[in-house]
């Protein structure tokens, strides 16, 4: 009986209350109650000094955000705290508090102090605390001043979330996208990321229109293909391309693209299109572009759809690889192939083919005219082969001044040469050579020295007859002007002119 007495009338605690303790003890997060009453009289202290800027205040004297921070008191913190710092219990954590709060963490307590000093009973903040082991923590932190505690802030309730693996994952993404920022932009290669969705929903409206031939379609709308040129949407740029480009800046070089991407270039973006239509995503080819100095850019252009970006066309990389070096140099080798290197006139290899082209496809009648430089050994033994070289450059000269499309001049021989003029006939011939003798009359007169001379004949095919027996009867009555030649020059001799 005295049990059951003393047990109904000794005090109960309410069950509310006992269940915001269960409630803060089991929290998942952490929960630290604090008194803030210590910041609040130092707050009232600065207001009465005339303080009115905290942060500024706190710039002229960095020490009182740590002044605030020792004024603080920990009233209790909950299971989930002592876990996460690594504490055996409140003791342990509250005495070495300057262990868990340290380095970075006044920088973002000055921000917390702040919220409060503009009138904020709440606060929050992204920090750095530390375990006792010494382990970091990326945290969360939330701060309220409870209600009824507004007055003095001597009960606050903090929550810390820790956030170190979401942090860690942000960092890594960062880091990521920091390196893959790098490649982009330091590429040796010019990188262009741009946006096809608008030409992807006009070849999308071109195929539900009917269009199933589409080479035949662009061929009768050559406009659609420009239309397709204007929608592409350049999204980014890297730096070596606005160094192949000569650009300044990117928004220069976005600004003129209809300067680099022009003539020539509109045929491959044609064929382009086409293999979009064929479904091919990923391309290459060779496509002439122009730098904003208006210089040639030869380009091996490499094309692709960016994989998760296939049903839109939204993302697309580009990569320009420089080759006006190479196609220079493929360009060069084949000047050389077809070219002299002296007189810059075509060469015997391409007089060989012409010659054999003209004899099954015509144009009928072809002349021939065979010429020969008079005088070109007797140069070479008194005045040596400088001297000869520089007279067949003359010959060059000349005979590349008087050649007009479709003719051509060629050197098959040391001194000799021949011109090949399809669909002309006997008068087309003479006519060419008095034009090369009005020609070599005015070399001489600019050139002091030795004199230049050619010995011309021309013959004429008629359709069915043989080119080679054309260019042997030219070169027979060659080689009679030539006697002719010497001839007259030993009889000027013999009678003293």
């Known amino acids: 009986m005295p049990d059951t007495l003393t047990q109904r009338i000794e005090p109960r605690v309410p069950s509310t209350a006992r269940d915001d303790s269960e409630m803060f003890e089991l929290a998942p997060v952490s929960l630290w109650l604090e008194d803030f009453s210590g910041v609040r009289a130092l707050f009232d202290a600065w207001r009465a000094e005339g303080v009115t ?46 262990t868990v709060f340290r380095d970075d963490m006044l920088k973002t307590h000055l921000e917390e102090l702040c919220q409060l000093w503009a009138g904020q009973t709440h606060f929050m903040s992204q920090t750095v605390n530390y375990t006792l082991g010494g382990r970091r923590l990326d945290v969360l932190l939330k701060g309220v001043v409870l209600p009824g505690h507004e007055g003095r802030w001597d009960r606050v309730l903090v929550s810390l979330e820790n956030i170190t693996e979401l942090e860690a994952a942000r960092h890594r993404t960062t880091l990521a996208e920091e390196y893959a920022r790098g490649l982009f932009e330091n590429s040796p290669v010019s990188l262009w990321v741009e946006d096809f969705s608008a030409v992807k929903r006009l070849l999308d409206d071109a195929r539900a229109a009917g269009i199933s031939d589409f080479r035949v379609f662009t061929d009768v709308h050559p406009e659609f293909v420009e239309r397709c040129m204007q929608e592409i949407h350049v999204l980014d740029i890297n730096r070596h391309t606005l160094d192949m480009f000569a650009a300044p800046d990117k928004k220069t070089l976005l600004s003129r693209l209809p300067d680099v991407f022009r003539d020539d270039m509109r045929p491959h973006f044609r064929e382009q299109l086409i293999d979009l239509w064929d479904g091919k995503l990923f391309q290459q080819r060779e496509v002439l572009n122009y730098s904003l100095d208006g210089s040639e850019v030869h380009v091996h252009l490499q094309f692709s759809v960016l994989p998760g970006h296939e049903r839109h066309w939204d993302l697309v990389l580009v990569a320009l690889t420089d080759i006006t070096a190479r196609k220079k140099a493929e360009a060069y080798l084949e000047f050389l192939g077809k070219h002299d290197v002296l007189t810059k006139l075509r060469n015997r290899s391409f007089y060989v083919d012409e010659l054999n082209r003209l004899e099954r496809k015509g144009p009928f009648p072809v002349t021939v005219i065979m010429a020969d430089l008079n005088g070109l050994k007797r140069v070479n033994d008194q005045l040596g082969h400088a001297a000869g070289d520089a007279l067949l450059r003359r010959a060059g ?98 009678n003293g002119n």
């Open 53 to 98: 800027d905290l942060r500024a205040h706190f710039a002229e004297h960095p020490q009182r955000v740590a002044q605030c921070a020792h004024s603080i008191r920990v009233i209790k913190v909950n299971q989930k705290t002592l876990t996460l710092f690594e504490a055996a219990d409140f003791d342990a954590l509250t005495t070495s508090l300057s």
């Open 397 to 494: 000269e000349v005979l590349a001044k008087a050649m007009e499309t479709p003719f051509h001049a060629a050197r098959i021989g040391g001194d000799e040469f021949a011109i090949l003029m399809p669909s002309t006939d006997e008068r087309g011939g003479a006519a060419m050579i008095d034009t090369i003798r009005q020609l070599v009359d005015l070399n001489n007169q600019f050139y002091p020295g030795s004199v230049l001379s050619f010995s011309m004949a021309a013959a004429t095919a008629q359709l069915g007859e043989r080119l080679e027996a054309t260019v042997q009867r030219a070169d027979l009555l060659m080689y009679d002007e030539k006697r002719a030649h010497y001839a007259n020059q030993m009889s000027a001799a013999a």
